[in-house]
């Protein structure tokens, strides 16, 4: 693995560090599935989205945000960092925020 810093998106976060930056979103997505509509397991990210769905825990427009933000999470699950820039970041940590709000609060 390689050390090399960057202070691009990811300030000087080191390459292995950033994917915790990306955790919080498929983290949260769980966390309201399990605590909110008893979904427990490792399913796929989109299945627990289709559940949050059929739940009615995700509607419009989080329904679509959320779906959107799969290839995202797995840009960033894959070191893709090339592919994902500042207004990505701040935007799925902004709807993180959202969905933290709403069913932890």
Do not use: C
Request: aromatic share 8%; net charge positive.
């Amino acid at each position: 693995m390689t050390t090399e810093r960057s202070t691009s998106v990811w300030g000087t976060a080191p390459p292995e560090g950033r994917r915790g930056r990306f955790a919080a979103y498929e983290d949260t997505l769980r966390r309201i599935a399990r605590q909110h509509a008893g979904i427990i397991g490792q399913d796929k990210l989109e299945n627990v989205i289709g559940k949050l769905k059929d739940a009615r825990l995700l509607v419009a427009p989080q329904l679509g945000i959320a779906s959107g933000y799969l290839s995202f999470r797995n840009h960033a699950l894959h070191a893709q960092w090339e592919t994902i820039d500042r207004a990505a970041v701040q935007s799925v940590l902004g709807f993180v925020e959202e969905l933290l709000l709403k069913h932890f609060s």
